[in-house]
């Protein structure tokens, strides 16, 4: 065993021991007929549901689509937002979804679940969804449980496009919402950086910068040229535009979301799965992934940051879980008092198993000084990459 492999094993233990208190044992398995009479609340409450997912074909999206068809076997039909893209139309890129090897557990244990998931045309960029008639109506029909998932996540994205994705699409999809006869809960999943302008971040609304209906006049009325000159104005504190739409995102929410069962999840920074369905799965090289895959390669020698600053990191299917519990308590809370506030969950680490950006520079040196990791490890496996980042 080489010096690698060795701390590579002394820190799994040691992960595992500082992460018990962390388990995912929120919702147990169904195998047996016993299981299926005894189910648990949250599974109970999703009996027979059918469930609307946006931002379905991403990184979230996937985690929480297995782990719903898993988890919750009894839930009735998930109809996901999917556009096409690339010459693919939307039956190809929703098959395409479950090519990907988070879902060999799924086929093993729940083998009958395709007919489970159906596809809707649309795109979080068009006005109204970019949905048909027919759809709009299928789904304010059938839709009891909404999962508003999508986002642009580019820090550099232009302001007209993350306006679009990250603010009208969540308007248009509330409104719709409104629309919905047998809604049970609504969840939108922001960010815990929503309010990063704010020294504290608490599990509540903030006055907003600027009023939303304002951004979304001016991205959709000046020129696009004359919108990026005036962007870092409209910014002001804010240090990129997904924080800032994002931000705006939570005052569609407060105001679009009044008599409607809806909650907003506030995940830190999202990284690869800690076990479930698999270890380390991640398909994106954004954020602290990016950092450590480019470590792990040779191709990041510094990272220029504050090493005192804590390293915000959860990993995606405790998040996900964390979403299924809250649509569960923001529907059963809402059965009980439909005038109850809106509901806030931040979901970090800064309090728990806290880590800081010094504690990994050890972990990046490793990775550099074992020149053969690349012949030992396929670093093009993104899985292999977020292993590396989980030293």
């Known amino acids: 065993m080489s010096f ?11 992960s595992t021991k500082d992460t018990l208190h962390m388990d995912n044992s929120t919702l147990p398995e169904l195998n047996s007929e016993h299981d299926q009479q005894c189910l648990t609340p949250i599974q109970d409450f999703y009996k027979d549901t059918n469930i609307f997912i946006t931002g379905s074909t991403g990184f979230l999206g996937k985690i929480l689509i297995e782990k719903l068809l898993r988890s919750c076997k009894d839930v009735s039909t998930l109809y996901l937002l999917v556009r096409s893209k690339k ?10 979804i479950f090519d990907d090897i988070i879902f060999e557990r799924l086929r093993k244990e ?33 839709v009891n449980v909404v999962f508003h998932v999508a986002a642009t996540v580019r820090f550099d994205e232009k302001l007209n496009i993350a306006v679009a994705i990250n603010v009208r699409a969540g308007r248009d999809l509330l409104q719709l919402a409104r629309e919905m006869k047998d ?17 504290l971040t608490e599990e509540k609304f903030y006055e907003p910068v600027v009023d939303y209906k ?3 006049m001016m991205a959709e009325s000046l020129p696009e040229k004359m919108l990026d000159k005036i962007t870092p104005v409209i910014l002001d504190k804010f240090p990129n535009t997904y924080a800032f739409t994002k931000h705006v995102a939570e005052d569609v929410v407060r105001a679009e979301g009044i008599g409607l069962p809806v909650g907003i999840v506030r995940p830190s920074i ?4 800690y076990k479930e369905p ?6 994106n090289m954004y954020g602290a992934t990016g950092v450590f895959a480019g470590a792990a390669v040779g191709l990041l020698k510094v990272l220029y940051c504050d090493k005192n600053c804590t390293a915000n990191i959860v990993p995606v299917d405790m998040v996900v879980n964390s979403v299924i519990a809250s649509g569960w308590e923001i529907g ?27 504690k990994t520079q050890i972990k990046m040196t490793v990775c550099l000084v074992n020149k053969n990791l690349i012949r030992r490890a396929d670093i093009t496996n993104l899985s292999t990459a977020s292993a590396a980042y989980q030293l």
């Open 87 to 96: 010459g693919k139309n939307v039956h190809t890129r929703v098959e395409e």
């Open 110 to 142: 729940c083998p009958k679940f395709r007919h489970k998931v159906v596809g809707i045309a649309g795109d979080c960029t068009l006005p109204d969804l970019g949905l048909s008639i027919e759809d709009r109506k299928l789904l304010m029909d059938k």
């Open 4 to 14: 690698l492999d060795d701390l590579i094993t002394k820190e799994s233990e040691n």
């Open 278 to 283: 698999i270890p380390a799965w991640i398909n």
């Open 183 to 199: 809604l049970k809960s609504f969840i939108h999943v922001s960010t815990a950086f929503s309010n990063c302008a704010a020294d």
């Open 332 to 358: 059963t809370e809402f059965q009980k008092n439909k005038n109850a506030e809106t509901k806030i969950y931040n979901y970090e680490s800064s309090n728990d198993n806290v880590s800081v950006y010094r």
């Open 214 to 216: 304002k951004v979304m």
């Open 270 to 273: 999202v990284v690869s799965t």
